[in-house]
C-alpha cells in the first residue's frame, strides 16, 4: 500500500472542517473566473474530508448561477454518518478518486497535493479527467519555515510532503499539463485555523503590514498566505 494513503486511513492527518466557510469563499474568487460557468453542471471535491468545504462552495457555486445536476465528494476515509443530511444535496464517495473512472465539469482539491508523495502524477491523471481544476496550495518554501527549521514538524506533525513557493507551485501545475489560469494569494492567517495559537496572533500585525504591501513577499518571508488556482484541465 501507499504509505501516504496508509496514513489516512490511520486517520493521522484528519483534520476538522472549522475553515469551511472561509476558504470556500477564497475559492469562488478564483473559480468566477472560469469563462463558461453555465456549462458547469458536475463538481467533484477530492479529499473532503468531512464535506465543510465541500458544502460551502456547491452552495455558493450554485448561488452564482453554476447549473450543478451532480456535486460529489471523495475521501478514502469514512464519513460521518450523518454526513448526508448535513450536507444536502452531495453524493459521498469513500473511494480513491484515481480509482474511479467518471468525468468532471469542475474538480477542486483543497490543500490536498502537499499531502500526496507524487504530486506530478496524480496532477496527471486528475487533467485528464476534468475541465477545469481549481486547487488551494499551502506555500512552505518559506524564510520563516527555513529560519525556524520546521521540515521536521512539517513532515511528521502536519503531514506536508511537498513545499512550493508561489512560482514552483504553478511550474508544478503547468508541468502536469494543466493551464493555470488565474491565481490569487489567500490570506491564512485570518482563517480560524490562523488564529488558534499565541505565536499565530503575535504574527498577525507582521503579516498584515507585510501583505498588504506585497502579498507574495509575505508568502516568501513571513507566512499566513497560501495560493488559490484556477486550471484548465485536458478534457474539451
Not at 453555465?38 to 448561477?65: K, W
Not at 450543478?68 to 443530511?85: C, M, N, Q, R, V
Not at 490543500?111 to 486547487?135: C, K, M, N, S
Request: charged share 20%; hydrophobic share 40%; with cysteine.
Amino acid at each position: 500500500m501507499d504509505p501516504t494513503k496508509e496514513l489516512y486511513l490511520k486517520g493521522e492527518y484528519r483534520i476538522a472542517d472549522r475553515d469551511g466557510p472561509w476558504k470556500a469563499g477564497q475559492m469562488m474568487r478564483v473559480i468566477a473566473g472560469i469563462p463558461d460557468r453555465e456549462t458547469i453542471r458536475t463538481y467533484a471535491d477530492v479529499g473532503c474530508n468531512r464535506g465543510g468545504v465541500l458544502a460551502s462552495l456547491r452552495a455558493a457555486l450554485l448561488e452564482q448561477g453554476f447549473p450543478l445536476s451532480l456535486t460529489a465528494g471523495y475521501d478514502i476515509l469514512p464519513f460521518p454518518p450523518d454526513i448526508e443530511k448535513t450536507c444536502p444535496g452531495v453524493e459521498f464517495r469513500q473511494r480513491d478518486f484515481l480509482e474511479d473512472t467518471e468525468n468532471f465539469d469542475l474538480v477542486t482539491l483543497n490543500d490536498i497535493i502537499e499531502h500526496v508523495g507524487a504530486p506530478q502524477v496524480f496532477l496527471e491523471r486528475i487533467a485528464g479527467r476534468t475541465r477545469y481544476l481549481a486547487l488551494h496550495i499551502p506555500l512552505d518554501d518559506r524564510l520563516s519555515v527555513l529560519l525556524s527549521n520546521q521540515y521536521n514538524y512539517r513532515l511528521r506533525e502536519v503531514g506536508h510532503l511537498s513545499f512550493w513557493n508561489p512560482a514552483t507551485a504553478l511550474n508544478l501545475l503547468t508541468a502536469a499539463g494543466l493551464k493555470p489560469l488565474h491565481c490569487r494569494f489567500t490570506p491564512g492567517y485570518l482563517a480560524p485555523s490562523g488564529r488558534e495559537r499565541l505565536a499565530q496572533w503575535v504574527s498577525i500585525p507582521v503579516r498584515f503590514l507585510i501583505g498588504a504591501v506585497s502579498p507574495g513577499l509575505a508568502a516568501v518571508t513571513v507566512g499566513g498566505f497560501s495560493l488559490a488556482v484556477l486550471c484548465r484541465g485536458k478534457r474539451p
